[in-house]
């Protein structure tokens, strides 16, 4: 199981980065997490494991108001290079609780891309949380963020191999 420590300078800088995020979700903005910094997201072809949700599998810009669920897709990264492979999932059934894991995954910095809300659309697929936007979308701010915001996230069971 991950542990993170909160008591670094950067762990720090990361509470008030989540309180940045906090602030934009509670104005209506939603959120993309990436490896990448991007000027502009352009609508990509999505690869859900589950070919049966429509909602996992659009061409599209996805975003969130879930913060966890950007912040650990900004996170997620292949542990080994050399292995084939690696798997990354989040899991939330209520916003108390978010199960994160994978086989060859870590953590390593991402950004969090704020996002305009009024380009996307929610999807109307069972049980679909998915926000996207068939369009490019240019965010209005684009935030860094390390591993240790994990240690501000309530909630969250880890299972990473």
């Known amino acids: 199981m991950e542990k993170f420590d909160n008591t670094s ?21 939603l959120l993309h ?31 969130t ?18 292995k084939n492979g690696w798997r990354a999932f989040y899991n939330s059934t209520n916003e108390d609780e978010m199960s994160v894991g994978g086989e060859n995954v870590t953590f390593t910095p991402g950004y969090i891309h704020v996002l305009p809300g009024e380009k996307f659309r929610k999807v109307d697929d069972k049980n679909s949380k998915e926000i996207v936007a068939y369009e490019p979308v240019a965010p209005i701010d684009v935030v860094q963020v390390t591993p240790d915001i994990a240690a501000y996230l309530s909630g969250i069971n880890y299972d990473i191999k």
């Open 33 to 63: 997490g990436s490896k990448n910094k991007i000027e502009v997201l352009e609508p990509r072809q999505a690869q859900d494991d589950n070919h049966d949700r429509k909602s996992g599998n659009l061409n599209a810009v996805y975003a």
């Open 9 to 29: 300078f950067e762990s720090l800088d990361m509470k008030i980065t989540l309180q940045k995020l906090e602030g934009y979700v509670s104005q209506g903005f």
């Open 65 to 82: 108001d879930d913060i966890r669920i950007s912040i650990f897709m900004a996170l997620f990264a292949k542990k080994d290079a050399d």
